[in-house]
């Protein structure tokens, strides 16, 4: 009798352990770059791009809009979902921090462009920014 309780205890215990690391453990896309003591940071989900498309989109017409765009370089890497402080249906998600505080951010699939690109222009001030 006690083996049996045993056996299913570890069992159950087993179980557990083997769930709740596949549940937390997700691979998450990150675009970043740290322009001018700025860390922008966009999470997604690396099996479905589409969803960060106009996000994507953005970063890449604000990136264009400055004077000199060669300053600003993207850098893409992963990380596991357990190393961000957003769940996965917040994602596509833009993260920007100033001098490592957060100041603004965006998530979800129904984000306009150009409102991620107005967010962009309003929350980073780059001394090279055309609109400046």
């Known amino acids: ?25 997700e691979t998450i896309k990150l675009i970043s770059a740290e322009p001018s003591g700025y860390k922008i940071n966009l999470y997604s989900h690396p099996d479905d791009q589409e969803q960060a498309n106009d996000y994507m989109s953005a970063l890449l017409n604000w990136k264009t809009a400055q004077e000199d765009d060669r300053f600003l370089s993207f850098k893409e890497s992963t ?8 769940s996965a249906d917040q994602l596509p998600a833009l993260v920007i921090y100033k001098d490592g505080e957060l100041v603004q951010s965006i998530s ?8 991620i690109k107005s967010t962009l222009d309003n929350t980073v001030a780059l001394s090279n920014n055309k609109n400046s």
Do not use: Q, R, V, Y
């Open 1 to 25: 009798m006690l083996k049996s309780f045993m056996t299913i205890l570890i069992a159950g215990l087993l179980a557990c352990t083997l769930s709740s690391c596949e549940a937390n453990d």
């Open 108 to 115: 979800g699939n129904n984000s306009d462009p150009s409102e």
């Open 79 to 86: 990380l596991s979902s357990d190393d961000i402080n957003i």
